[in-house]
């Protein structure tokens, strides 16, 4: 199989030929049609996240050790299956959930992979990733049926949309006047502004410091938009409801912590890095709350294919580029020149 790998952190990815896996027991082979080009590949590529104050976090320490192969975002063919294997056939398409855990702790066995207390086996970030022609599954029930969504599509649900899906979830209830805020208009927010559509938020403000996102997350039903370098942002935003923080920079959470109304809820999910500083009283006495969110389970993949297939979801604007142009393809995410989600095609790789 041939794989675009990270031989040394920031550098540029290598093809290399390997030698295909045999899937075993419950395990599936998946032959990689598409696979997406997420921004949190960023950090990976680089070898770690930014912990403010000059502290990092480094992927090796979650067991990300080169040679490895990038990429969380999985679709493809079932092209073997493991003796033990039920429920899937060889010659279908599928989806694959990325976000594996361990199988045999408690919170694996309620379904929360994502969440996985003893050993995750998350694709792409510390197992073998969707950069390649092929991808070990090591059970079936990771496998999504997305009939009917485009190939492309259907790959950034893996992790774009069920992340911002997640992250939705956990907002408190909105009334359909009461204002959402989505702090960043990459590939993620315009999916954001799609799923709080789907669920009949209306009041979505869309932040960004670029305009060409900003149009592009007007173009694709928010309501307003708030170029977050105009001198009055902040008070823009004030009173929001939630805010769905899809950068997580220090600029970032600190305007949308500032803008909440009392009861209101800030989520991170973006990685960008830094540290917060925000004074506590009122955190208390305007009972806001800070809640982190990291991909989904298996379930909201599920619930967001779902989404997808009734057409609920406006997919962003999606680029596909073949799998030879993946280290240009990080250089443009890099530079911020990506409008929406690059998507690799693997079906040509040689
Ligand atoms: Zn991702
Ligand atoms: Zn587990």
Redesign the pocket.
């Known amino acids: 199989m041939i794989s675009y790998q990270i031989i040394e952190h920031g550098q540029p990815l290598q093809k290399k030929l390997t030698e295909t896996p045999k899937p075993q027991g419950t395990e599936v082979l998946v032959r990689i049609t598409r696979s ?1 080009v ?4 960023l950090h990976i590529w680089d070898g770690y996240f930014d912990w403010g104050g000059g502290k990092r976090f480094y992927v090796k320490e979650r067991g990300c050790i080169p040679p490895f192969t990038l990429g ?2 999985p679709f493809g063919i079932v092209e073997a299956v493991g003796k033990k294997v039920k429920g899937v056939k060889v010659g279908q398409k599928r989806l694959v959930y990325p976000w594996i855990g361990c199988g045999k702790c408690a919170v694996c066995k309620a379904g929360d992979d994502n969440l996985c207390v003893s050993g995750s086996r998350f694709l ?1 970030v510390n197992r073998p990733g969707a950069y390649s022609t092929h991808v070990l599954v090591p059970d079936p029930k990771y496998l999504v049926d997305t009939t009917g969504i485009d190939d492309a599509f259907a790959s950034t649900l ?3 949309a069920i ?1 911002v899906y997640s992250a939705i979830n956990k907002l408190p209830k909105v009334a359909p006047k009461d204002a959402v805020a989505v702090l960043g208009c990459g590939g ?1 927010g315009l999916i954001a502004i799609s799923v709080l559509r789907a669920k009949g938020v209306k009041n979505i403000i869309a932040c960004d410091i670029d305009d060409a996102k900003l149009a592009a997350a007007a173009k694709q039903g928010a309501k307003s938009t708030v170029n977050t370098r105009a001198p009055d942002a902040a008070q823009k935003l004030q009173g929001i409801a939630g805010a769905v923080d899809l950068v997580g920079a220090p600029a970032t959470a600190a305007l949308g912590l500032g803008a909440l109304r009392k009861g209101g809820r800030y989520v991170i999910v973006g990685l960008f890095g830094g540290e917060l500083t925000h004074p506590l009283p009122p955190i208390a006495q305007r009972a806001i709350s800070i809640q982190g969110s990291y ?1 989904g389970n298996v379930q909201e993949l599920k619930e967001v294919v779902a989404l997808a297939k009734k057409k609920k979801l406006k997919p962003s604007p999606i680029e596909t580029r073949p799998a030879d142009q993946a280290n240009a393809a990080l250089e443009d995410l890099k530079n911020g020149k990506v409008l929406g989600r690059i998507v690799l095609n693997f079906e040509t790789a040689q």
Do not use: P
């Open positions: 997406g997420c921004h949190s590949d969380h975002e792409g893996a992790c774009s992340t993620l991909v």
